[in-house]
């Protein structure tokens, strides 16, 4: 069964910095994608980053501040947060797929406050 569970989210002032974890089930290997997406009220989920094997990506809105990376040993995906700005302030999400299907977190809640 694949879990996925994000912790590390909180306030923080503009300028600071988070690390968002993403502890997922054994099942996904350093060869399966994982994701950190965002949303807030009202608005459609966003992709902000993703990590497969050791290649990464980001949106242009968080490149250069944010940075993806995962640590297979502990079935973790991490999402450094820094520089960040009130408009980062959202629920963020991870998720993978797994043959077709689509593993969605609870989320976390970032608030950064000018």
């Known amino acids: 069964q694949v879990q996925l569970v994000e912790s590390g989210g909180g306030l923080v002032l503009a300028g600071g910095s988070l690390r968002l974890s993403c502890a997922h089930s054994?099942?996904?290997?350093?060869?399966?994608?994982v994701g950190w997406y965002r949303q807030t009220p009202g608005q459609q989920r966003e992709w902000v980053a993703n990590?497969?094997?050791?290649?990464?990506n980001y949106a242009s809105s968080v490149k250069g501040r944010f940075a993806i990376s995962r640590d297979n040993a502990k079935d973790t995906v991490y999402l450094q947060m820094n520089s960040l700005k009130p408009e980062d302030t959202a629920v963020y999400y991870c998720?993978?797929?797994?043959?077709?299907?689509?593993?969605w977190g609870q989320g976390t809640q970032v608030i950064v406050s000018s």
């Open positions: 998720r993978t797929n797994l043959l077709g299907n689509d593993y």
């Open positions: 054994g099942v996904i290997s350093r060869s399966t994608g």
């Open positions: 990590i497969i094997l050791n290649y990464t």
